[in-house]
C-alpha cells in the first residue's frame, strides 16, 4: 500500500542513502520528529538514542543495529530510539569517528602512529593473512572506540533528555490547557 509504484534500483538506493532526495535537512527533521513522539519517558528514549549513537563508534561495521538493540533492551532504553541513534554514524561522520577512535586507541595502548608498523595492503596479504594485516587498524580502533563511543553517549543523552522532557510537558500543558477551554 505504501510502497513505490516503481521500486529504486540499486544505484538509486545507494545514492538515497549518500544524499536523500529532499536534503539532510528534512532527513534530520524527520529523525528529530520521530524522537519526540516515540512512546515513553524522556530518559529511555534519550537513553536508547545515547547507546545508538555510542555504539556508532564501534569499528565493526554491520553490527550496529544489533548491539545497539541488545544494549537498549539490558539498560532500559527505547529500541526504536538505539536505531535511530545509530544514524549518527553515517558517510559523512565515519571518517571523523574512525579517526579518533584510532588515535584514542593508540593512546590508550601507549603508541603513536608508525607508518612501518603496518603491512601493505594488497590482495596477496589479505588473503594469506587477513588477521596480521588488519590488527594494527582494528585492534586501536576497536579500544578506542569504547572511550569514543561512552563521550558521543553522553553527549547525545543529556540534550536529547533535556529536549524531550521539554516537548513532552509543553505537550502536556497544551493539552490542560485545550480541556480548560
Known sequence: MFKRRRPLDSLSQFREWIWPRAGWYRATQYIL???LRLKGDGHSVALGLAIGAGVSASPIMGTHFVTAALLAWFFGGNIIA???????GNPFTFPFIWLSTFKTGNFLLGRGYDDTAFPVLSL???LKAPLETFSPIIVPMTIGAIPVGVLIAV???I?????????KKKKAARAIKKKIV
Open 33 to 35: 520528529h520521530r524522537l
Open 82 to 88: 538505539s536505531a535511530l541513534g545509530t544514524w549518527v
Open 124 to 126: 596477496e596479504n589479505i
Open 155 to 157: 553527549l547525545t543523552y
Open 159 to 167: 540534550p536529547t533528555n533535556i529536549l524531550i522532557d521539554f516537548y
